[in-house]
């Protein structure tokens, strides 16, 4: 059953930590003095109250529930009653709900008895997201001015296909020279769960966020709880001790903060980020140039690691793209565990192989005996959709299909023409 709220009561909600969201201008000096970052710029008030307005776009901006329905808001949400400005009514969002998270468990695949083949999906209290949302819309042009240039993820006008873009030109100049790189792919493990909540204020202290800011994301990120929600059943709350809120707002930006420094601890090699997927790789001409990447795993490990990180040896795997006929091998390793050498690696969607091209990618896309999900997706659309106009079901069926298909599909300019036109006639898929 939908839930719904007033205007009137989700202001009142928000009134109660105007104190700390809206007097801005009234912060103290941040607390690390000796901070390289620049200071929060100065707010104009009409910049930082959370209005009508304002609350009401963000209102407009929620994503659909998990029925697939959005959220119902009252009638008198777009226009508050005369009679209640001067009254705040019971809330009907404890505050308690605002830090509490619904897990849902979503099924990837394997044995439906393993917990760690189902993933969770977090939903949080729509007023909690409203606020979040006032919160992130004063604060979002200065942290995003903060963010390493390495990171694509979770970034305005940078995503999937800009980081491959940067990184296949650069490694497609150095093989079109005769050359060779070796790529390092890193596999953090569990990351959004393991950031420490102390150090991550303490982060935020080192970008100038200090006074009742700080007092609020501290108060934002204490205090958390979880429950599961499966089948009917809902079992007790529990703790959450680290990581960012799951589902909400601003978690994805306070990771970023997280892990702000970590493509730093690169010095000899390039290093690419995608939230925690990272990367790092380098021209090898020589044995040297292989321990100078070495040497930047090890620093990037160690980094993780002081910030409480881990990356996943066993899953980290290594390529070398040369069309070199005798290449530089070396065996990279981390913490003494070596790295599996791999002659193709998915990686964002795209599947880069050690000659650069784009057949293994092109193929397991477009053949059924490959691609079940897909084709799994198709059938399970046309269970929904059998009212609806043989037409309409074509436009959808195509889109569904063209999807995993065309997804950075500018990297496959560089494949021959029989490939090209095999995308070009989904006809022949089969």
Known sequence: MSESYSLTEIKSELSSLKGLLLNRRQFPSPVVQSSPFPSIPAWQRNDTDSNEDTVESNLKDLQYGSKGCKLLVAEDTMEEDATSKDSVPHPKVKKEEWKLANI????????????ENYRPISLL??????????????????????????QHGFIPARSCTTQLVEVLHYIGSILDSGKQTDIIFMDMSKAFD???????????????????????????????????????????????CSGVPQGSILGPILFLLY??????????????????????????????DAMLLQDDINNLQ???????????????????????????????????????????????????TSDLTWSKHILDRTVPADNSCLFASISYVMLGITSFSGQLRNLIVTAVSNDPVTF???????????????????????
């Open 104 to 115: 849902i468990p979503i099924r990837k695949k394997g044995d439906i008895s393993n917990v």
């Open 125 to 150: 209290c729509v007023t909690s997201k409203v606020l979040e949302r006032c919160v992130l819309r004063n604060l979002r042009d200065y942290l995003m001015s903060l963010i390493n240039s390495a």
């Open 194 to 240: 393991k950031v420490s909540h102390t150090a991550l204020i303490n982060k935020l202290q080192q970008y100038n966020i200090g006074g009742s800011l700080l007092q609020w994301f501290t108060s934002y990120l204490r205090d958390r709880q979880q429950r599961v929600t499966t089948l009917g059943a809902t079992s007790s709350k529990k703790p959450v």
């Open 259 to 288: 892990v702000n420094d970590l493509p730093d601890a690169v010095t000899n090699s390039t290093v690419a980020c995608f939230a925690d997927d990272t990367k790092i790789f380098r021209r090898i001409d020589s044995i040297t």
């Open 302 to 352: 160690s980094c993780s690691t002081s910030s409480g990180l881990v990356f996943n040896e066993g899953k980290c795997k290594s390529i070398s793209i040369t069309r070199r006929s005798q290449p530089i091998h070396h065996l990279y390793s981390i913490k003494g565990k070596e790295l599996a050498l791999i002659p193709a690696e998915n990686d964002l969607g795209i599947w880069i």
């Open 408 to 430: 950075n599909e500018a990297f496959l300019g560089r494949s021959n023409k029989d490939y090209c036109d095999w995308i070009a006639n989904p006809e022949r898929w089969g």
